[in-house]
Protein backbone atom coordinates (compact mmCIF):
# COMPACT_ATOMS: atom_id res chain seq x y z
CA UNK A 1 0.00 0.00 0.00
CA UNK A 2 1.25 2.99 -0.72
CA UNK A 3 1.91 5.22 2.25
CA UNK A 4 2.87 8.63 0.97
CA UNK A 5 1.94 10.19 -2.70
CA UNK A 6 3.06 13.04 -3.85
CA UNK A 7 1.76 14.17 -7.59
CA UNK A 8 3.16 17.16 -9.66
CA UNK A 9 4.41 19.23 -6.72
CA UNK A 10 5.33 22.61 -7.15
CA UNK A 11 7.06 25.38 -4.75
CA UNK A 12 7.90 28.97 -5.93
CA UNK A 13 9.91 31.09 -3.06
CA UNK A 14 9.80 34.75 -4.54
CA UNK A 15 9.31 33.53 -7.92
CA UNK A 16 12.42 31.26 -7.65
CA UNK A 17 10.75 27.81 -8.54
CA UNK A 18 12.24 25.06 -5.75
CA UNK A 19 9.95 22.29 -6.85
CA UNK A 20 9.35 21.57 -10.59
CA UNK A 21 6.74 19.17 -10.73
CA UNK A 22 8.06 16.39 -8.51
CA UNK A 23 6.18 13.17 -7.99
CA UNK A 24 6.83 10.86 -5.28
CA UNK A 25 5.60 7.75 -3.37
CA UNK A 26 6.83 5.65 -0.83
CA UNK A 27 4.92 2.21 0.07
CA UNK A 28 4.72 0.56 3.39
CA UNK A 29 8.01 -0.94 4.80
CA UNK A 30 9.90 0.96 2.38
CA UNK A 31 13.58 3.17 3.32
CA UNK A 32 13.61 6.36 0.60
CA UNK A 33 16.66 8.13 0.74
CA UNK A 34 16.66 11.23 -1.00
CA UNK A 35 20.19 13.09 -1.61
CA UNK A 36 21.87 16.02 -4.04
CA UNK A 37 23.57 19.21 -3.72
CA UNK A 38 22.01 22.02 -1.30
CA UNK A 39 19.58 23.71 -2.91
CA UNK A 40 17.94 21.09 -5.16
CA UNK A 41 14.81 21.06 -3.33
CA UNK A 42 14.91 18.13 -1.40
CA UNK A 43 14.99 19.51 2.16
CA UNK A 44 11.52 21.95 0.71
CA UNK A 45 9.59 18.28 -0.76
CA UNK A 46 10.43 17.23 2.75
CA UNK A 47 8.44 20.11 4.10
CA UNK A 48 5.29 20.20 1.73
CA UNK A 49 4.57 16.53 2.97
CA UNK A 50 5.35 17.25 6.46
CA UNK A 51 2.87 20.32 5.73
CA UNK A 52 5.27 22.31 7.18
CA UNK A 53 5.48 24.52 3.51
CA UNK A 54 2.03 24.83 1.33
CA UNK A 55 2.60 23.30 -1.73
CA UNK A 56 1.72 25.66 -5.16
CA UNK A 57 0.38 23.02 -7.01
CA UNK A 58 -0.05 19.05 -6.44
CA UNK A 59 -1.86 16.20 -4.57
CA UNK A 60 -0.69 15.21 -1.32
CA UNK A 61 -2.16 11.76 -0.07
CA UNK A 62 -1.87 9.05 2.97
CA UNK A 63 -2.44 6.24 2.75
CA UNK A 64 -4.93 7.12 -0.11
CA UNK A 65 -6.62 10.04 2.13
CA UNK A 66 -6.41 13.40 0.63
CA UNK A 67 -4.42 15.95 2.49
CA UNK A 68 -4.21 18.16 -0.46
CA UNK A 69 -5.58 17.51 -4.49
CA UNK A 70 -4.70 20.05 -7.30
CA UNK A 71 -7.97 21.71 -8.40
CA UNK A 72 -7.15 24.45 -11.59
CA UNK A 73 -3.60 24.25 -10.76
CA UNK A 74 -3.65 25.10 -7.54
CA UNK A 75 -3.40 23.38 -4.33
CA UNK A 76 -6.33 22.71 -2.25
CA UNK A 77 -5.74 21.80 1.93
CA UNK A 78 -7.91 19.76 3.25
CA UNK A 79 -9.07 21.39 6.77
CA UNK A 80 -9.95 20.64 10.06
CA UNK A 81 -10.55 16.83 11.66
CA UNK A 82 -9.83 15.36 8.35
CA UNK A 83 -6.37 17.17 8.02
CA UNK A 84 -5.43 16.41 11.75
CA UNK A 85 -6.23 12.79 11.69
CA UNK A 86 -3.50 12.98 8.27
CA UNK A 87 -1.17 14.57 10.27
CA UNK A 88 -1.14 11.95 12.93
CA UNK A 89 0.22 9.60 9.59
CA UNK A 90 3.60 11.00 10.21
CA UNK A 91 6.73 12.27 12.26
CA UNK A 92 9.50 14.30 11.61
CA UNK A 93 13.26 14.50 12.64
CA UNK A 94 14.75 17.72 12.48
CA UNK A 95 18.00 18.98 11.43
CA UNK A 96 18.66 20.68 14.94
CA UNK A 97 16.64 18.53 17.01
CA UNK A 98 14.05 21.14 17.72
CA UNK A 99 13.37 19.37 21.49
CA UNK A 100 11.38 21.22 24.07
CA UNK A 101 14.58 22.93 26.15
CA UNK A 102 12.49 23.37 29.19
CA UNK A 103 11.06 19.68 29.53
CA UNK A 104 13.10 17.15 30.52
CA UNK A 105 14.04 14.36 28.04
CA UNK A 106 11.23 11.95 29.14
CA UNK A 107 8.91 14.80 29.00
CA UNK A 108 9.59 15.85 25.82
CA UNK A 109 8.88 11.97 24.49
CA UNK A 110 5.53 12.48 26.51
CA UNK A 111 3.75 15.35 26.22
CA UNK A 112 2.58 15.10 22.98
CA UNK A 113 0.68 11.72 22.91
CA UNK A 114 -0.63 12.65 26.60
CA UNK A 115 -1.33 16.02 25.77
CA UNK A 116 -2.17 15.50 22.23
CA UNK A 117 -3.32 11.70 21.51
CA UNK A 118 -4.83 11.61 24.68
CA UNK A 119 -3.21 8.45 25.39
CA UNK A 120 -3.23 6.64 29.11
CA UNK A 121 -0.28 8.23 30.26
CA UNK A 122 1.48 5.28 32.69
CA UNK A 123 1.24 3.42 29.18
CA UNK A 124 2.64 6.15 27.18
CA UNK A 125 5.25 6.43 30.56
CA UNK A 126 5.87 2.58 29.74
CA UNK A 127 6.59 2.96 26.18
CA UNK A 128 9.01 6.49 26.62
CA UNK A 129 10.83 4.24 28.82
CA UNK A 130 11.32 1.22 26.56
CA UNK A 131 11.85 3.94 23.65
CA UNK A 132 14.89 4.66 25.55
CA UNK A 133 16.14 1.95 26.12
CA UNK A 134 16.34 1.40 22.53
CA UNK A 135 18.01 4.48 22.02
CA UNK A 136 20.74 3.50 24.68
CA UNK A 137 19.57 6.69 26.68
CA UNK A 138 17.75 5.08 30.27
CA UNK A 139 19.99 6.74 32.28
CA UNK A 140 19.05 9.78 30.52
CA UNK A 141 15.38 10.06 30.96
CA UNK A 142 15.07 13.08 33.56
CA UNK A 143 17.88 15.40 31.81
CA UNK A 144 17.33 18.29 30.29
CA UNK A 145 18.05 18.84 26.80
CA UNK A 146 20.86 21.15 27.21
CA UNK A 147 22.70 18.33 29.26
CA UNK A 148 22.50 16.07 26.05
CA UNK A 149 25.29 15.72 23.71
CA UNK A 150 24.17 16.47 19.96
CA UNK A 151 23.88 12.86 19.51
CA UNK A 152 22.10 12.01 22.35
CA UNK A 153 19.70 14.99 21.55
CA UNK A 154 18.90 13.60 18.44
CA UNK A 155 18.28 10.48 19.36
CA UNK A 156 15.53 11.89 22.21
CA UNK A 157 14.19 13.38 18.92
CA UNK A 158 13.93 10.43 17.07
CA UNK A 159 12.26 8.75 20.49
CA UNK A 160 9.53 11.92 20.62
CA UNK A 161 8.91 11.13 17.14
CA UNK A 162 8.56 7.57 17.51
CA UNK A 163 6.11 7.89 20.81
CA UNK A 164 3.39 9.09 18.35
CA UNK A 165 3.30 5.84 16.72
CA UNK A 166 3.56 7.13 13.08
CA UNK A 167 3.21 5.00 9.84
CA UNK A 168 5.90 7.07 8.37
CA UNK A 169 9.18 8.84 9.39
CA UNK A 170 10.99 11.61 7.50
CA UNK A 171 14.22 13.10 8.29
CA UNK A 172 15.61 16.07 7.36
CA UNK A 173 19.36 15.80 7.13
CA UNK A 174 19.36 13.81 11.08
CA UNK A 175 23.57 14.23 11.00
CA UNK A 176 23.82 17.49 9.77
CA UNK A 177 24.99 19.24 13.02
CA UNK A 178 26.27 16.63 14.57
CA UNK A 179 30.40 15.71 14.22
CA UNK A 180 31.29 12.72 12.33
CA UNK A 181 31.60 10.32 15.18
CA UNK A 182 28.10 11.23 16.81
CA UNK A 183 26.73 10.73 12.88
CA UNK A 184 27.50 6.96 13.58
CA UNK A 185 25.02 6.62 16.81
CA UNK A 186 22.10 7.93 14.47
CA UNK A 187 23.23 6.02 11.46
CA UNK A 188 22.94 3.00 13.91
CA UNK A 189 19.81 3.96 15.13
CA UNK A 190 17.82 4.28 11.96
CA UNK A 191 19.58 1.39 10.65
CA UNK A 192 17.82 -0.74 13.47
CA UNK A 193 14.44 0.87 12.42
CA UNK A 194 14.51 0.07 8.80
CA UNK A 195 15.30 -3.60 10.52
CA UNK A 196 11.97 -3.42 12.16
CA UNK A 197 10.51 -2.30 8.45
CA UNK A 198 10.01 1.24 9.50
CA UNK A 199 8.73 3.35 6.58
CA UNK A 200 10.99 6.18 6.16
CA UNK A 201 11.90 9.39 3.77
CA UNK A 202 15.57 10.48 4.88
CA UNK A 203 17.68 13.72 3.61
CA UNK A 204 20.88 13.16 3.71
CA UNK A 205 24.12 14.18 2.53
CA UNK A 206 25.68 10.34 4.00
CA UNK A 207 26.13 8.39 0.64
CA UNK A 208 27.53 5.20 2.59
CA UNK A 209 24.88 5.21 4.60
CA UNK A 210 21.80 5.83 2.11
CA UNK A 211 23.64 3.19 -0.33
CA UNK A 212 23.45 0.98 3.01
CA UNK A 213 19.99 1.43 4.43
CA UNK A 214 17.80 2.29 1.44
CA UNK A 215 15.52 0.31 -0.50
CA UNK A 216 15.00 3.35 -3.14
CA UNK A 217 17.48 6.55 -3.17
CA UNK A 218 16.24 9.52 -5.32
CA UNK A 219 18.82 12.12 -6.82
CA UNK A 220 17.84 15.58 -7.14
CA UNK A 221 19.02 18.53 -8.96
CA UNK A 222 17.59 22.10 -9.18
CA UNK A 223 14.07 21.05 -7.95
CA UNK A 224 13.70 18.22 -10.54
CA UNK A 225 13.99 14.46 -9.78
CA UNK A 226 16.98 13.54 -11.87
CA UNK A 227 16.98 9.97 -11.07
CA UNK A 228 15.12 7.54 -8.96
CA UNK A 229 16.09 3.61 -8.49
CA UNK A 230 18.20 1.50 -6.24
CA UNK A 231 21.26 2.22 -4.14
CA UNK A 232 22.72 -0.02 -6.72
CA UNK A 233 21.93 1.79 -10.03
CA UNK A 234 22.42 5.25 -8.84
CA UNK A 235 25.97 4.37 -7.81
CA UNK A 236 26.50 2.71 -11.53
CA UNK A 237 24.59 5.72 -13.57
CA UNK A 238 25.87 6.60 -16.58
CA UNK A 239 23.65 9.48 -16.01
CA UNK A 240 26.08 12.42 -16.06
CA UNK A 241 24.57 15.12 -13.47
CA UNK A 242 24.75 12.23 -11.33
CA UNK A 243 28.04 10.42 -12.03
CA UNK A 244 29.09 14.41 -10.72
CA UNK A 245 27.83 14.69 -8.08
CA UNK A 246 28.18 11.06 -6.60
CA UNK A 247 31.82 11.61 -7.49
CA UNK A 248 32.32 14.44 -4.82
CA UNK A 249 32.36 11.33 -2.41
CA UNK A 250 33.93 8.75 -1.31
CA UNK A 251 31.52 5.52 -1.50
CA UNK A 252 33.06 2.42 0.05
CA UNK B 1 1.47 64.36 66.37
CA UNK B 2 3.44 61.27 68.08
CA UNK B 3 5.82 59.10 66.50
CA UNK B 4 3.68 56.46 66.75
CA UNK B 5 0.46 57.94 65.17
CA UNK B 6 2.22 59.34 62.13
CA UNK B 7 3.64 55.38 61.99
CA UNK B 8 0.08 53.71 61.89
CA UNK B 9 -1.43 56.91 59.15
CA UNK B 10 1.93 55.94 56.86
CA UNK B 11 0.99 51.91 57.70
CA UNK B 12 -2.34 52.70 56.35
CA UNK B 13 -0.81 54.33 52.94
CA UNK B 14 1.93 51.52 52.69
CA UNK B 15 -1.35 49.17 52.27
CA UNK B 16 -2.64 51.26 49.87
CA UNK B 17 0.50 51.53 48.05
CA UNK B 18 0.92 47.88 48.07
CA UNK B 19 -2.94 47.69 46.36
CA UNK B 20 -2.07 49.57 43.75
CA UNK B 21 1.20 47.64 42.95
CA UNK B 22 -0.53 44.57 42.94
CA UNK B 23 -3.61 45.20 40.96
CA UNK B 24 -1.82 46.94 38.42
CA UNK B 25 0.32 44.18 37.90
CA UNK B 26 -2.50 41.45 38.29
CA UNK B 27 -4.23 43.58 35.11
CA UNK B 28 -1.17 44.70 33.01
CA UNK B 29 0.42 41.26 32.84
CA UNK B 30 -2.20 39.91 30.32
CA UNK B 31 -3.43 43.05 29.14
CA UNK B 32 0.39 43.73 28.12
CA UNK B 33 0.15 39.94 26.42
CA UNK B 34 -3.57 40.80 24.35
CA UNK B 35 -1.20 43.96 23.32
CA UNK B 36 1.32 42.47 22.50
CA UNK B 37 -0.93 39.92 20.42
CA UNK B 38 -2.66 43.16 18.42
CA UNK B 39 1.44 44.63 17.73
CA UNK B 40 2.07 41.31 16.22
CA UNK B 41 -1.11 41.11 14.33
CA UNK B 42 -1.46 39.65 10.81
CA UNK B 43 -4.61 42.25 10.36
CA UNK B 44 -2.82 45.90 9.32
CA UNK B 45 -5.72 47.75 11.29
CA UNK B 46 -4.89 46.39 14.54
CA UNK B 47 -1.20 46.05 14.49
CA UNK B 48 -1.22 50.09 13.39
CA UNK B 49 -3.99 50.74 16.26
CA UNK B 50 -1.90 48.79 19.16
CA UNK B 51 1.31 50.60 17.34
CA UNK B 52 -0.24 54.14 18.13
CA UNK B 53 -1.29 52.86 21.43
CA UNK B 54 2.06 51.77 22.75
CA UNK B 55 3.70 55.18 21.27
CA UNK B 56 0.87 57.20 23.06
CA UNK B 57 1.63 55.25 26.41
CA UNK B 58 5.42 55.50 26.28
CA UNK B 59 5.44 58.81 24.95
CA UNK B 60 3.89 61.08 27.37
CA UNK B 61 3.93 61.23 30.87
CA UNK B 62 2.02 58.94 33.36
CA UNK B 63 0.68 61.34 36.03
CA UNK B 64 -0.69 63.02 32.95
CA UNK B 65 -2.02 59.67 31.83
CA UNK B 66 -3.57 59.91 35.40
CA UNK B 67 -5.02 63.08 35.69
CA UNK B 68 -6.51 62.49 32.45
CA UNK B 69 -8.21 59.13 33.37
CA UNK B 70 -9.30 60.71 36.63
CA UNK B 71 -10.87 64.10 35.40
CA UNK B 72 -11.48 63.02 31.14
CA UNK B 73 -15.15 61.81 32.00
CA UNK B 74 -15.80 65.14 34.12
CA UNK B 75 -14.17 67.45 31.40
CA UNK B 76 -15.29 65.40 28.19
CA UNK B 77 -18.59 64.06 29.23
CA UNK B 78 -19.67 65.86 32.32
CA UNK B 79 -20.02 62.88 34.28
CA UNK B 80 -19.90 63.42 38.40
CA UNK B 81 -16.75 62.00 39.72
CA UNK B 82 -17.93 59.73 42.56
CA UNK B 83 -14.86 59.71 44.98
CA UNK B 84 -14.50 55.82 44.82
CA UNK B 85 -13.43 56.27 41.14
CA UNK B 86 -10.24 57.99 42.70
CA UNK B 87 -8.84 54.07 43.14
CA UNK B 88 -9.96 53.05 40.05
CA UNK B 89 -8.66 55.80 37.70
CA UNK B 90 -5.13 54.87 39.87
CA UNK B 91 -5.68 51.29 38.57
CA UNK B 92 -6.49 51.80 35.29
CA UNK B 93 -4.19 54.49 34.35
CA UNK B 94 -1.24 52.38 35.62
CA UNK B 95 -2.49 49.00 34.54
CA UNK B 96 -2.65 50.87 30.15
CA UNK B 97 0.44 52.09 31.02
CA UNK B 98 2.01 49.45 31.94
CA UNK B 99 0.59 47.11 29.86
CA UNK B 100 2.37 49.07 26.66
CA UNK B 101 5.51 48.18 28.38
CA UNK B 102 4.81 44.80 29.47
CA UNK B 103 3.64 44.53 25.26
CA UNK B 104 7.22 45.29 24.13
CA UNK B 105 8.95 42.94 26.26
CA UNK B 106 6.55 40.18 25.64
CA UNK B 107 7.06 40.82 21.63
CA UNK B 108 10.82 40.85 22.17
CA UNK B 109 10.51 37.77 23.90
CA UNK B 110 8.10 36.00 21.66
CA UNK B 111 9.51 37.69 18.44
CA UNK B 112 13.45 35.91 20.35
CA UNK B 113 11.84 32.48 19.84
CA UNK B 114 13.04 29.71 17.01
CA UNK B 115 11.07 28.56 14.85
CA UNK B 116 12.02 25.18 14.91
CA UNK B 117 10.53 25.14 17.86
CA UNK B 118 6.50 26.31 16.66
CA UNK B 119 7.35 23.71 13.77
CA UNK B 120 8.47 20.75 15.74
CA UNK B 121 5.55 21.41 17.82
CA UNK B 122 2.87 21.39 14.83
CA UNK B 123 3.99 18.13 13.97
CA UNK B 124 3.67 16.69 16.92
CA UNK B 125 0.08 17.60 15.92
CA UNK B 126 -0.53 20.70 19.28
CA UNK B 127 -3.16 23.36 18.25
CA UNK B 128 -2.20 26.83 18.15
CA UNK B 129 -3.08 27.43 21.66
CA UNK B 130 -1.63 24.32 23.00
CA UNK B 131 1.99 25.55 21.29
CA UNK B 132 1.95 28.72 22.72
CA UNK B 133 0.85 28.43 26.36
CA UNK B 134 3.05 25.19 26.62
CA UNK B 135 6.17 24.96 24.52
CA UNK B 136 6.43 29.44 23.39
CA UNK B 137 5.02 31.31 26.27
CA UNK B 138 6.92 29.40 29.54
CA UNK B 139 10.39 29.80 27.45
CA UNK B 140 9.37 33.53 26.49
CA UNK B 141 9.30 34.08 30.50
CA UNK B 142 12.45 32.80 31.52
CA UNK B 143 14.22 34.94 28.41
CA UNK B 144 12.12 37.99 29.51
CA UNK B 145 12.21 37.69 33.34
CA UNK B 146 15.27 40.19 33.74
CA UNK B 147 13.06 42.87 31.54
CA UNK B 148 10.00 42.58 33.65
CA UNK B 149 12.11 42.61 36.86
CA UNK B 150 13.30 46.47 35.62
CA UNK B 151 9.78 47.08 34.84
CA UNK B 152 7.97 46.16 38.08
CA UNK B 153 11.21 47.84 40.60
CA UNK B 154 9.85 50.78 38.37
CA UNK B 155 5.90 50.04 39.70
CA UNK B 156 6.87 50.24 42.98
CA UNK B 157 8.48 53.42 42.60
CA UNK B 158 5.74 54.60 39.98
CA UNK B 159 3.06 53.90 42.59
CA UNK B 160 3.88 57.53 44.19
CA UNK B 161 2.48 59.28 41.37
CA UNK B 162 -1.12 58.70 42.45
CA UNK B 163 -0.17 61.58 44.87
CA UNK B 164 -0.84 63.84 41.60
CA UNK B 165 -4.73 62.94 42.32
CA UNK B 166 -4.37 63.37 45.93
CA UNK B 167 -4.87 59.15 46.14
CA UNK B 168 -3.97 58.49 49.96
CA UNK B 169 -1.06 56.11 49.34
CA UNK B 170 2.12 55.95 51.10
CA UNK B 171 3.45 59.39 49.19
CA UNK B 172 0.45 61.33 49.99
CA UNK B 173 0.33 60.74 53.38
CA UNK B 174 3.84 61.00 53.99
CA UNK B 175 4.03 64.28 52.07
CA UNK B 176 1.07 66.03 53.97
CA UNK B 177 2.17 64.42 57.47
CA UNK B 178 5.64 66.43 56.53
CA UNK B 179 3.80 69.12 55.97
CA UNK B 180 1.58 69.40 58.72
CA UNK B 181 4.81 68.28 61.19
CA UNK B 182 7.69 70.75 59.82
CA UNK B 183 9.35 66.70 60.19
CA UNK B 184 11.48 64.92 57.72
CA UNK B 185 10.61 62.16 59.50
CA UNK B 186 7.68 60.69 57.15
CA UNK B 187 9.68 61.50 54.15
CA UNK B 188 12.67 59.06 55.62
CA UNK B 189 10.37 56.41 56.64
CA UNK B 190 8.97 56.26 53.03
CA UNK B 191 12.12 56.17 51.52
CA UNK B 192 13.26 52.78 53.94
CA UNK B 193 9.69 51.88 53.16
CA UNK B 194 10.48 51.68 49.21
CA UNK B 195 13.84 50.71 49.40
CA UNK B 196 12.56 47.74 51.59
CA UNK B 197 9.84 46.84 48.88
CA UNK B 198 12.14 46.84 45.97
CA UNK B 199 14.57 44.54 47.91
CA UNK B 200 12.23 42.34 48.64
CA UNK B 201 10.75 42.66 44.59
CA UNK B 202 14.47 41.94 43.25
CA UNK B 203 15.18 39.46 46.00
CA UNK B 204 11.46 37.12 44.81
CA UNK B 205 12.75 38.07 40.96
CA UNK B 206 16.25 36.55 41.37
CA UNK B 207 15.11 33.82 43.34
CA UNK B 208 12.42 32.83 39.91
CA UNK B 209 14.85 34.00 37.11
CA UNK B 210 17.28 31.13 39.26
CA UNK B 211 14.52 28.42 39.36
CA UNK B 212 14.29 28.71 36.11
CA UNK B 213 17.90 28.31 35.67
CA UNK B 214 17.50 24.72 35.39
CA UNK B 215 17.79 24.62 31.47
CA UNK B 216 19.28 26.91 28.74
Same mark, same amino acid.
Given at each position: ???????????????????????????????????????????????????????????????????????????????????????????????????????????????????????????????????????????????????????????????????????????????????????????????????????????????????????????????????????????????????????????? | ?????????????????????????????????????????????????????????????????????????????? /?????????????? @? %? $? *?? =? #??? +?????????????????????????????????????????????? /?????????????? @? %? $? *?? =? #??? +??????????????????????????????????????????????
Amino acid at each position: MKLLEMNHVKKSFDGNEVLKDISLSVEEGEVVSIIGPSGSGKSTLLRCATLLETMDDGDLYYSGDAAAKSVEQHAVYETGDKLRHIERQFGLVFQNFNLFPHFSVIKNIMDAPVRVQKRDKDEVRKEAVELLRKMGLSDRADYYPCQLSGGQKQRVSIARALAMNPKILFFDEPTSALDPELTGEILKVITELAKEKMTMVIVTHEMNFAKDVSDRMIFMDKGVIVEETTPKELFSSTNQRTREFLGKYHIE | MSLQIMMQQLAGGMGTTILIFVLTLLFSLPLGLLIAFGRMSKNIVIRTLTKIYISLMRGTPLMLQLLVVYFGPYYIFG /VNISSAYRAYAVII @A %F $S *IN =Y #AAY +FAEIYRGGIESMPKGQYEAAKVLGYTKAQTFFIIILPQVIKRILPS /VTNEVITLVKDTSL @A %F $S *IA =Y #AEM +FTIAKSIAASQKSMIPFVAAAVFYYVFNFLVAALMEYWEKKLNYYH
